[in-house]
């Protein structure tokens, strides 16, 4: 799904990461961890191509993304739900039309009646906020938005950067049982964060695999969880 | 083609939506595609007006001409029967006539009043000739009448009707080169007033690109919102200024120049084109500037 061979990424001549070899696979549950500023919202970004690898190779759905050009990243990205601590929307729409864009912009709106919006937002606790403006959710209702909006396309990766850095342990407890939810429908989850105890919180449900980043070298961290 | 063009100006509702409402520079756009459809108007009419004017000249001056006899009174009428007896004899006159005094009295009345005393000054005679196509050899024809009648001077009016001519024409193009500065300032100004939409609604293009949008899809609900401002505005500015010009004085005989400045006859047609060229020019200015912003976003 997402394959890294001696990537590396550089910016204004300093190396943020170097050597970095990977291989997800399809269904996979990764989380990623690291210090801050280690880079590791530097590398969700070269995992849906907001930025390419200074040198090395990476492939995202076995397409080296050197040969794509700008509607094929938009075509790729499709396939990729992407969930951020600080989830932007467009303010001036409600939360059902945000959670409907992605398919609004692929010309697929049709593929959605209603009935399955509801079902959609209600199995991230929305249903009753539809017609609410980004501005009058909360920080917990706009990453459970953000999800919705991430999966509508059915995508078959989920990048999750730091989607419980904002909200509270039970709300990031919600967020994680709807992602390991996802990754048991066959979603390969890649999710990135610095609290090991929601790591440990997944554990026990799913087989998960700890990715680190130090010393901008990206680690296995261990065997499954 | 044209299918494309109606499915464009009709939009697509949901697409439009994704921008979000911009007064300002929607107000921008509508006025500066207005007041330049206002003076495109007005460049083009003083350009068709200027090239009429060319034409009139170079046509009615082309083929007459006139001569000028200053002879003692006693001599005037023997002098000027001698310059018909030339002018009637000479290949390439059509006809050769002695102006009267009520018409030579219009003549001067710009200058000198209604009521000049003719009789009372030296006046000379006028004698108006018309040629026939191929006109005479002006040369022999001036040798000719200072043999016959030394107080004759042909005037063939090519003195007057070069530098008329020469700055009508230049006038018409100088009219042509402000139609195509304004085309290109309206075609700046929308692509500023679009830079400056873009720039504004960053979060919203790297919402778009983030979901899977293709730079076309983003590029379209900026450019159909420009396009149909640049067309509003266009059609209000053509609007405004045809009913102006339509009331500006119409051409008359002693107005000369600065009257019939408007259109005329199927040239009132002319202007129809102006909103759907600003539509052409803010299409392209918005369409640019946009792929040049979102190339810039990964």
């Not at chain 1, 075509?75 to 303010?91: S, T, Y």
């Not at chain 2, 009707?161 to 020469?166: A, E, F, K, N, S």
């Not at chain 2, 983030?210 to 053509?238: E, Q």
Request: aromatic share 6%; glycine share 8%; hydrophobic share 50%.
């Amino acid at each position: 799904m997402i394959e890294l061979k001696n990537a590396a990424f550089s910016y204004g001549g300093r190396d943020i990461l170097m050597d970095m070899n990977l291989r997800l696979s399809p269904g996979s549950f990764h989380f990623l961890t690291g210090p801050s500023g280690s880079g590791k919202t530097t590398f969700m970004r070269l995992c849906y191509q907001a930025l390419q690898p200074s040198s090395g190779l990476l492939r995202i759905f076995e397409r080296d993304v050197r040969a794509m050009d700008r509607d094929d990243v938009a075509r790729m990205r499709r396939r990729i739900g992407v969930v951020h601590q600080d989830c932007q929307f467009l303010n001036h729409l409600n939360l059902a039309q945000n959670v409907l864009l992605p398919l609004q912009v692929s010309e697929r709106e049709d593929e959605i009646d209603e009935e399955q919006l509801l079902d959609l937002l209600g199995w991230v606790g929305l249903a009753d906020h539809k017609d609410a403006m980004p501005a009058e959710l909360s920080g917990g209702e706009r990453q459970r938005a953000a999800l919705a909006r991430a999966i509508i396309m059915s995508p078959d990766l989920i990048i999750a950067d730091e989607p419980t850095g904002n909200v509270d342990w039970e709300m990031a407890q919600r967020l994680l049982s709807l992602l390991i939810e996802l990754n048991k429908m066959g979603k390969t989850i890649l999710l990135a964060t610095h609290d090991l105890n929601l790591i440990r919180t997944a554990k026990a449900e799913v087989s998960a695999r700890v990715l680190r980043i130090q010393d901008q070298r990206l680690h296995l961290a261990g065997a499954d969880l | 083609m044209m299918g494309g063009v109606i499915a464009f100006l009709q939009g697509d509702r949901q697409a439009d939506q994704v921008v979000p409402p911009s007064g300002f520079t929607a107000r921008l756009t509508s006025f500066t595609a207005g007041a330049m459809a206002f003076l495109t108007v007005f460049a083009l009419a003083l350009s068709l007006a200027t090239g009429r004017l060319a034409d009139r000249w170079n046509a009615e001056l082309a083929r007459t001409s006139t001569v000028r006899i200053s002879a003692p009174e006693g001599q005037m009428a023997a002098q000027s029967e001698a310059v018909l007896n030339v002018l009637r004899t000479t290949p390439g006159i059509q006809t050769a006539r002695v102006m009267s005094d009520a018409e030579q009295r219009k003549l001067l009345e710009p200058w000198f009043g209604p009521d000049l005393p003719l009789d009372s000054l030296p006046i000379p005679r006028l004698i108006e000739v018309i040629e026939s196509s191929g006109g005479p050899d002006i040369e022999g024809l001036r040798l000719r009448l200072s043999a016959e009648a030394p107080g004759a001077v042909l005037d063939d009016h090519t003195r007057w009707r070069r530098p008329l001519v020469t700055a009508a024409t230049r006038l018409r193009m100088m009219g042509l080169l402000s139609i195509l500065l304004i085309a290109g300032s309206t075609a700046a100004m929308i692509t500023l007033a679009a830079q400056s939409a873009l720039a504004a609604n960053g979060q919203v293009i790297s919402v778009l690109r983030l979901i899977g949008a293709r730079d076309v899809y983003i590029a379209r609900a900026f450019v159909r919102r420009f396009t149909v401002r640049a067309f509003v505005g266009a059609l209000i500015g053509t609007i405004a200024a045809m009913v102006t010009t339509f009331f500006l004085p119409a051409a008359a005989e002693e107005g000369a120049f600065l009257t019939g400045l408007g259109f005329q006859g199927i040239h009132w047609l002319l202007p129809v084109l102006i909103p759907i060229m600003a539509a052409i020019v803010a299409f392209w200015a918005t369409r640019i500037a946009a792929f040049r912003v979102l190339k810039r976003l990964m």
